[in-house]
């Protein structure tokens, strides 16, 4: 009996941790997220999308619709070879090959820092 509040506080202690590390673990989850998402991006992407001369060479569009259903949807669609775009272009076919090596975790992340900028 006499033990019984130093009991409970370890109890309230312990439980309290847990719920601090899962919360923690979860943040941290997402902010990595966004910054996998930002360096696959920085790697992967930008020097067709992000590059004036980049885009000019290749004729990548600016990303301006960087709604994360929206790329996601595109980046899909690539992997599968669907685009609206009717003019075969050499750098399409690098948008799609490079779309076909993204997993959905990849495709996740990069929608997540897109839609973040
Ligand atoms: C070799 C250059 C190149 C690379 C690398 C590249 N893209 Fe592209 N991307 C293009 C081209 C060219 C198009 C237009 C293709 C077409 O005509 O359908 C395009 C189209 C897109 C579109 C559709 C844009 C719209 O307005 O609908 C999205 C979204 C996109 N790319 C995202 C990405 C992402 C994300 C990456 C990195 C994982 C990437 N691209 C890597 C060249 C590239």
């Given at each position: 009996m006499m033990k019984r509040p130093v009991t409970t506080r370890k109890v309230r202690y312990l439980a309290s941790l847990s719920i601090y590390l899962l919360a923690s673990t979860i943040s941290n989850a997402q902010a990595a997220d966004k910054e996998a998402g930002k360096a696959l991006y920085k790697e992967t992407c930008?020097?067709?999308?992000?590059?004036?001369?980049?885009?000019?060479?290749?004729?990548?569009?600016?990303?301006?619709?960087?709604?994360?259903?929206?790329?996601?949807?595109?980046?899909?669609?690539?992997?599968?070879?669907?685009?609206?775009?009717?003019?075969?272009?050499?750098?399409?076919q690098r948008m799609i090959d490079t779309a076909k090596s993204l997993s959905d975790e990849d495709i996740k992340n990069i929608a997540a820092y897109l839609s973040s900028k």
């Open positions: 930008a020097r067709c999308h992000s590059k004036l001369i980049g885009r000019k060479i290749t004729g990548s569009p600016k990303l301006t619709n960087t709604d994360e259903a929206y790329i996601t949807a595109r980046l899909k669609g690539y992997a599968q070879d669907e685009h609206d775009y009717t003019d075969e272009k050499k750098y399409k």
